[in-house]
């Protein structure tokens, strides 16, 4: 699903803690290994913090070793747009939410070579994880289909 719908309010900015503005707004970067879904294996999909907007599966989340987030590809391209970021010595490509146009991170070209090669570098703070069991009732359950079949998201236990 693309940006439709998914939009920046000022009801959701006024629900933002002070950390998560400063991402989320101010183009912030937290602390490696120091922060929420770093080191999260529970099945589900993330979602911006700002709109809700569905931005990545677990299932292509891997550790990159960096101490964030990190993913292989977003759940749907058009739910991501990227610019040049000038803000160190060195270029990097931002990654922003279509929807609310929240700053979520980096992309790099140093992801897994079998799975495309790039690397989604998120800021836990610029996202909320909606766990596989709870997709339907938070809204999200077109993509209960990204985790049938997984025992640990039906809560089958083989």
Sequence with gaps: MSAKGYTKTDEALNRLTEHQRQITQEDGTEPAYDNEYWANDEPGIYVDIVSGQPLFSSNDKYDSGTGWPSFTKPIDDEALETRTD??????????????????????????????????????????????????????YGQYRSLFDGDAESTGVVA
């Design 86 to 139: 000038h803000q160190l010595t060195t270029p990097r490509i931002e990654v922003r939410s279509t929807g609310a146009d929240s700053h979520l991170g980096h992309v790099f070209p140093d992801g897994p070579h079998d799975a495309g090669g790039l690397r989604y570098c998120m800021n836990s703070a610029a996202l909320r994880f909606v766990p596989a069991s709870s997709l339907e009732e938070e809204g």
